[in-house]
């Protein structure tokens, strides 16, 4: 039975609220601990990699107990319900730290409600992937699926990079504290709304029981196949470039770009970044798809971001007046962005497929707890890196002076830390960038021909049960 219209739209709303609420999280988590509450910009890069860490643990657990699930609601939309209001309050509380904290007290208070965070996000965000494999059928429905739920993500994303720093100042004025703590609030309110949406109107379609696996068992399929795994670092290592520049992009206008009107210069980029977003998932990617396998989009994509980040660098060492100037690798990184974020997702639902056919059973929890796990795994290391070059550049408002701010905050920093600061966001990006396109192409083999051969192996083996 087709998904119908109103099952599609539900499902993508549940993508607009999660990635609202990663968004705000993955990118200005570390700009609101440490520019505006003055937290130790390597304290913070440690408890960001930290966290991380401690997903590697809790991720494929709760991946195991997602599989392990049984209720009258299926095993998907329990734990995706709990996990979004859990997450939902904590965001909150994160971006809400009370004013008499400081120090030490600061510093354990961003390390407790992140790790908090993290895995609050785990519960809602495996579930809500793995229902694709769940209640699609492999080929073009769940392509289309697919396509559609990181479209509506990337539309999630684009609103908080649009919107943040916009409704920061609207809610606390010169107290980006207060307006980062409404701003949450009402995030967190949208997310919860979005997702009890998505609940009620997508259901799972009828499957044969299978015994629930064991740990050790899960751990063993999701090793043999090595097709989940090739994606995984894949998927680490595109989504780390991406987060570098997500993380100090606001410093790159604040402290670099300058000027009286830096912020207004901000805004319209992210603007202009979030609407390319948005677009080359809805309009670029199923134009290229009539021409192009996904392989060799993915391919065009990773070779376009490179040279987005290339033009990035150079145009950084020349007089950047003209926030105009900076929408030509914006296009390029941006529109790349949005279409691997789609791709990622396909891929590695087909791993699924492949995986049932090399290790007769179907993992999609497991799976997809990898994607939850690397993708913060990534914002981790990105925000680890940035964290670095803040400390080492001397990159934050603590070390502009007050008549500084007034006019221009760029006039305080040394032309050797923005020199850090252009070649942290372009260079180490474009590295990772180039090792993940290598490794894609050595180790990935599931093309069109092969999916479609999996998928009739598939089909011959349900109508033989």
């Known amino acids: 039975m087709k998904l119908t219209v109103k099952e599609k739209i539900s499902y993508g709303l549940g993508a607009v609220g999660k990635d609202m609420v990663y968004m705000l999280s993955a990118s200005y988590v570390l700009y609101y601990f440490q520019d505006v509450l003055g937290v130790s910009a390597i304290a913070m890069g440690v408890i960001l990699m930290a966290a991380r860490v401690f997903d590697a643990f809790n991720d494929p657990i709760m991946g195991v107990i997602v599989a392990k699930t049984k209720t009258k609601w299926g095993k998907f939309r329990p734990w995706l319900m709990i996990g979004t209001i859990t997450n939902a309050v904590v965001l909150y509380v994160m971006f809400a730290a009370p004013p ?19 895995v609050t996000y785990t519960m809602m965000d495996i579930p809500y992937w793995s229902m694709i ?30 919107f943040t720093m916009l409704a920061v100042h609207a809610f606390g004025g010169a107290n980006e504290r207060v307006g980062f703590k409404w701003f ?35 751990f063993k399929a999701l090793i043999q196949n090595d097709q989940a795994m090739a994606i995984v670092l894949t998927i680490v290592l595109i989504n780390c470039a991406i987060y570098i520049t997500s993380n100090l992009v606001i410093y790159f206008f604040k402290y670099d770009f300058g000027g009286t009107s830096w912020f207004g210069s901000y805004t319209l980029f992210n603007t202009f970044g979030g609407g390319i977003q ?35 660098l150079g145009l950084a060492f020349t007089n950047m007046g003209n926030v105009m100037l900076l929408f030509i690798p914006g296009f ?56 670095i070059c803040l400390e080492i550049f001397s990159l934050s408002s603590e070390a502009v002076t007050e008549a500084d701010k007034l006019v221009d905050f760029s006039l305080a920093v040394p032309a050797a830390s923005k020199t850090g600061l252009r070649m942290t966001m372009t260079v180490v990006p474009i590295i990772g960038l180039f090792i993940g396109l290598f490794w894609f192409r050595k180790k990935y083999i599931l093309n069109e021909t092969k999916m479609n051969e999996i998928t009739e192996e598939l089909h011959r083996k349900a109508a033989q049960q």
């Open 278 to 312: 948005i677009l080359s998932m809805m309009l670029f990617y199923p134009l290229l798809r009539k021409k192009f396998s996904n392989t060799k989009i993915f391919y065009i994509c990773v070779s376009a971001a490179m040279i987005g980040y290339a033009v990035l």
């Open 184 to 218: 949450a609030l009402v995030i967190s309110a949208l997310f919860i709304i979005f997702i009890t949406i998505t609940c009620v109107n997508i259901k799972e379609k009828s499957t044969v029981d299978m015994d629930s696996p064991t740990l050790g068992q899960m």
């Open 100 to 118: 008499k904290l400081d120090g030490p007290g600061l510093v354990a208070y961003a390390a407790v409600t992140y790790i908090l965070w993290g």
């Open 332 to 387: 390029f990184i941006f529109a790349a962005n949005g279409i691997l974020s789609v791709l990622t997702t396909i891929f590695l639902a087909n791993t699924v497929d492949y995986g049932e056919i090399k290790n007769n059973r179907r993992d999609e929890s497991v799976i997809f707890s990898m994607q939850t796990f690397v993708v913060k795994l990534a914002s981790g290391v990105a925000a680890l890196i940035a964290s």
């Open 133 to 162: 494999p769940a209640f699609t059928d492999s080929g073009k429905e769940r392509e289309g699926l697919t396509t559609l739920a990181r479209s509506c993500a990337g539309v999630g994303s684009a609103l908080i990079t649009i």
